[in-house]
T-cell receptor, first 113, second 112 residues
């Protein structure tokens, strides 16, 4: 059972544009929502994370928007750059699970120059 | 710090063979885990450990064994490899306060 659904599967944007990736979750016990960035041949690396007590978190060009009532969260990449081309994964966990991460399916982002 | 290291980077097995994927971390993290990554399915948890001597099953544990004799090492054993185990395997360790998981570079395994 997939508890975190991610869309779109792939995304192509122009340099300077906004990239938006969406995730929806089912388990209301989740209390930690990270986004991971993965380049080809590398392991995933934490990009940004949010907890459900805030609706938005921004770090540089990357913003997480969180909607607790809708059980959805999204990643916005402002001024997208070719170097942002990678696969992005949303994930969720809750502390009493030992912080086991449940991942979305992944989004392959391509930023054209 | 080397972070999380994994060996080998690539491996080809024949059906029925066994092997061990190695994982080590030098950050003194208690929590470690193994994931497999398959196209269109994200990363799925195989096994995890909350400390030396303590392991538990994740989402897809069948066909895999783990042990944790030290804080640093968390090997994953394939007892009798099957083509369905063809995947990229990632080991991770977790920083406890901020709950950040650090992933290794992965092992790409092909089972013929």
């Amino acid at each position: 059972q997939q508890q975190v659904k991610q869309s779109p599967q792939s995304l192509i944007v122009q340099k300077g544009g906004i990239s938006i990736i969406n995730c929806a979750y089912e388990n209301t016990a989740f209390d930690y929502f990270p986004w991971y960035q993965q380049f080809p041949g590398k392991g995933p690396a934490l990009l940004i994370a949010i907890r459900p007590d805030v609706s938005e978190k921004k770090e540089g060009r990357f913003t997480i928007s969180f909607n607790k009532s809708a059980k959805q969260f999204s990643l916005h990449i402002m001024d997208s750059q070719p170097g942002d081309s990678a696969t992005y994964f949303c994930a969720a966990s809750f502390e009493t699970s030992g912080s086991r991460l449940t991942f979305g399916e992944g989004t392959q982002l391509t930023v054209n120059p | 710090n080397a972070g999380v290291t994994q060996t080998p980077k690539f491996q080809v097995l024949k059906t029925g063979q066994s092997m061990t994927l190695q994982c080590a971390q030098d950050m003194n993290h208690e929590y470690m885990s193994w994931y497999r990554q398959d196209p269109g399915m994200g990363l799925r948890l195989i096994h995890y450990s909350v400390g030396a001597g303590i392991t538990d099953q994740g989402e897809v544990p069948n066909g895999y064994n783990v042990s944790r004799s030290t804080t640093e090492d968390f090997p994953l054993r394939l007892l009798s490899a099957a083509p369905s185990q063809t995947s990229v395997y990632f080991c991770a360790s977790r920083e406890p306060v901020r709950r950040i998981q650090f992933f290794g570079p992965g092992t790409r395994l092909t089972v013929l």
